[in-house]
């Protein structure tokens, strides 16, 4: 299984998302920043987990623990709330992407094998947090770990070795 970290960001300018794709043990094998229009941060937490899904049905990665620092996206992902209504349709797409259907040979297979959807501390989230804010296009930004920032290599480096976090 590997780990889908995500983060939404809102500044006062820029509404944007991001997030980093690590194996089980938590070296990281992609990344990926982008902007969103809506100037809702749950809308953003959920756009990098649209876009992550997205990024591992691409990669060939079947088994995912989706992880987002914000306990209301995981909370609506896992139908413990509904939600507000602005983010439904955000919400529907993430589950269908979740169950996407293979096209070869009409097989009806489930692209996602397994998937969860966790609420992880800030504090285990710093990379995901740093992609969020990061400047980008529209088009956005997506990494292989050999093109990764050298604040961002830092930062994984930092979490995988369990280095404490504080946020200003």
């Known amino acids: 299984m590997v780990a889908l970290h995500c983060d939404g960001s809102l500044s006062d300018d820029k509404a944007g998302f991001g997030g980093l794709i690590r194996d089980d043990s938590g070296d990281p094998l992609a990344a990926f920043v982008g902007i969103g229009d809506d100037l809702s941060v749950l809308s953003m ?4 987990i649209y876009r992550g899904i997205s990024l591992c049905v691409d990669k060939g990665f079947y088994d995912v623990s989706i992880r987002s620092n914000s306990k209301l996206a995981a909370d609506i992902l ?3 709330i509904i ?3 602005q983010i439904l349709t955000l919400k529907s797409k993430i589950h269908i992407k979740a169950r996407q259907k293979s ?3 009409n097989i009806k297979a489930r692209l996602l094998r397994s998937k969860e959807f966790i609420h992880a501390w800030r504090e285990q ?6 992609m969020a804010s990061f400047p980008t296009d529209p088009s956005g930004i997506l990494w292989e770990p050999e093109s990764f920032p050298p604040e961002l290599a830092i930062l994984i480096k930092q979490d995988k070795e369990f280095v404490t976090y504080y946020r200003m």
């Open 45 to 48: 937490e959920l756009m990098a």
């Open 78 to 80: 896992n139908g413990v």
């Open 83 to 85: 939600g507000p209504w």
């Open 103 to 105: 096209k070869k040979k």
């Open 125 to 130: 989230n710093q990379p995901a947090d740093f």
